[in-house]
């Protein structure tokens, strides 16, 4: 065991084109199809993990504490709890420590933003490299192998949460367009994409900074039973093939619009589950109608992408970023809860701090 007991990262937040929404039925968190993401470096989760040796070695259960921006946040505990229990049959260590765990978001709270993909993206960075340290001398991995076990542990604490380890787009779930492709982590999107698509931003329109009425976890679930799953993971798959392309060819309408049906397929999947649900608002929509018409009358290559939420990622080519901030400022502002928006570029690796 090595003398590292402390250690710290950050990680980015991610943005699904192709959506991940149903689990596999066995295993832990095993997508039902294949995703991919743009990680948004500039919205991400700094974590810092102090250990301290128990002297009850191998506990039955996991000793930890949690400070979210300096407060102590004992209500995120059992999620975390959960989640080092995943961890803990291939990093048996876990239980021999107790772990504080020190986390931050540079993004505002109660911005209805999911945290969860940065912030178990940064935390499974920390144990996989505590891991790493305690393996020196017995294993040496290569970055590949720390990568992607750290993307594992991600998925076991939230499955979008392993694409954000990689600077490249993130794909995670088997298919036949990615060999490398896996349901156990995300791998990177290491082809090379056409400039068209390899300069683009995130500005995030928050519509509603409230508590969602029905949590990813039980989204997710709704799909056990749902009369379309079957379908939807079947399109998901065709989808995911046709955007590996559409990204190496640079088919910009192609992108724009699998990307907005990409979103509305996962809100209409949320609409027809058993109860039925909607997270989009009123000001969702007339953002996405706002957002239409604009690319009708000047074509700037952007599209709109939804989270499990009612706010709108308006993705779009820097190129044209004077011109969409102008428009963001002027039509669509009037519809973002206190005027807020956040941006970020696409693309950028996890830092050890
Ligand atoms: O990672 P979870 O369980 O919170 O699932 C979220 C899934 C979506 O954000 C809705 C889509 C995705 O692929 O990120």
Same mark, same amino acid.
Not at 211 to 239: C, F, M, W
């Given at each position: 065991?090595?003398?590292?007991?402390?250690?710290?990262?950050?990680?980015?937040?991610?943005?699904?084109?192709?959506?991940?929404?149903?689990?596999?039925?066995?295993?832990?968190?095993?997508?039902?199809?294949?995703?991919?993401?743009?990680?948004?470096?500039?919205?991400?989760?700094?974590?810092?993990?102090?250990?301290?040796?128990?002297?009850?070695?191998?506990?039955?259960?996991?000793?930890?504490?949690?400070?979210?921006?300096?407060?102590?946040?004992?209500?995120?505990?059992?999620?975390?709890?959960?989640?080092?229990?995943?961890?803990?049959?291939?990093?048996?260590?876990?239980?021999?420590?107790?772990?504080?765990?020190?986390?931050?978001?540079?993004?505002?709270?109660?911005?209805?933003?999911?945290?969860?993909?940065?912030?178990?993206?940064?935390?499974?960075?920390?144990?996989?490299?505590?891991?790493?340290? =305690? @393996?020196? /001398?017995?294993?040496?991995?290569? !970055?590949? *192998?720390? $990568? &992607?076990?750290?993307?594992?542990?991600?998925?076991?604490?939230?499955?979008?949460?392993?694409?954000?380890?990689?600077?490249?787009?993130?794909?995670?779930?088997?298919?036949?367009?990615?060999?490398?492709?896996?349901?156990?982590?995300?791998?990177?999107?290491?082809?090379?994409?056409?400039?068209?698509?390899?300069?683009?931003?995130?500005?995030?329109?928050?519509?509603?900074?409230?508590?969602?009425?029905?949590?990813?976890?039980?989204?997710?679930?709704?799909?056990?039973?749902?009369?379309?799953?079957?379908?939807?993971?079947?399109?998901?798959?065709?989808?995911?093939?046709?955007?590996?392309?559409?990204?190496?060819?640079? =088919? @910009?309408? /192609?992108?724009?619009?699998?990307? !907005?049906? *990409?979103? $509305? &397929?996962?809100?209409?999947?949320?609409?027809?589950?058993?109860?039925?649900?909607?997270?989009?608002?009123?000001?969702?929509?007339?953002?996405?109608?706002?957002?239409?018409?604009?690319?009708?009358?000047?074509?700037?290559?952007?599209?709109?992408?939804?989270?499990?939420?009612?706010?709108?990622?308006?993705?779009?080519?820097?190129?044209?970023?004077?011109?969409?901030?102008?428009?963001?400022?002027?039509?669509?502002?009037?519809?973002?809860?206190?005027?807020?928006?956040?941006?970020?570029?696409?693309?950028?690796?996890?830092?050890?701090?």
């Amino acid at each position: 065991m090595s003398e590292y007991n402390c250690v710290k990262y950050r990680c980015p937040s991610n943005i699904a084109l192709v959506k991940y929404w149903g689990k596999k039925s066995g295993g832990v968190q095993l997508p039902a199809n294949p995703s991919i993401s743009w990680t948004l470096t500039d919205l991400h989760a700094t974590t810092t993990v102090t250990r301290t040796k128990l002297t009850d070695t191998h506990a039955s259960s996991v000793s930890l504490e949690f400070f979210l921006a300096g407060e102590p946040k004992p209500s995120f505990e059992p999620k975390i709890r959960q989640f080092l229990e995943r961890i803990a049959p291939f990093m048996p260590e876990v239980k021999d420590f107790h772990w504080r765990i020190e986390s931050e978001n540079n993004f505002p709270h109660g911005t209805g933003i999911a945290s969860s993909a940065a912030g178990f993206g940064a935390l499974a960075l920390c144990f996989a490299d505590f891991q790493r340290a =305690d @393996l020196a /001398g017995i294993q040496t991995w290569s !970055e590949e *192998e720390f $990568l &992607q076990t750290a993307s594992k542990y991600a998925r076991l604490g939230s499955g979008s949460a392993c694409r954000s380890v990689y600077g490249q787009p993130g794909i995670w779930g088997e298919t036949k367009a990615w060999s490398k492709a896996t349901d156990e982590f995300a791998v990177p999107f290491t082809a090379e994409v056409h400039p068209s698509l390899n300069n683009w931003a995130d500005a995030v329109l928050i519509v509603d900074d409230g508590e969602k009425s029905v949590s990813s976890t039980q989204g997710h679930d709704l799909l056990k039973d749902h009369p379309y799953a079957t379908s939807r993971y079947q399109q998901a798959q065709i989808n995911l093939e046709r955007l590996l392309e559409i990204m190496k060819k640079g =088919d @910009l309408e /192609g992108f724009i619009s699998l990307v !907005e049906s *990409e979103a $509305l &397929q996962l809100h209409a999947m949320m609409m027809s589950s058993e109860p039925y649900y909607l997270l989009i608002r009123p000001n969702t929509v007339a953002i996405i109608e706002k957002i239409w018409l604009k690319r009708k009358e000047t074509q700037w290559p952007m599209a709109f992408t939804l989270d499990a939420g009612a706010n709108v990622h308006l993705l779009y080519d820097k190129s044209y970023s004077q011109s969409v901030m102008n428009f963001i400022e002027t039509e669509l502002l009037p519809y973002c809860k206190n005027s807020l928006y956040l941006c970020s570029n696409i693309g950028g690796s996890p830092q050890k701090n």
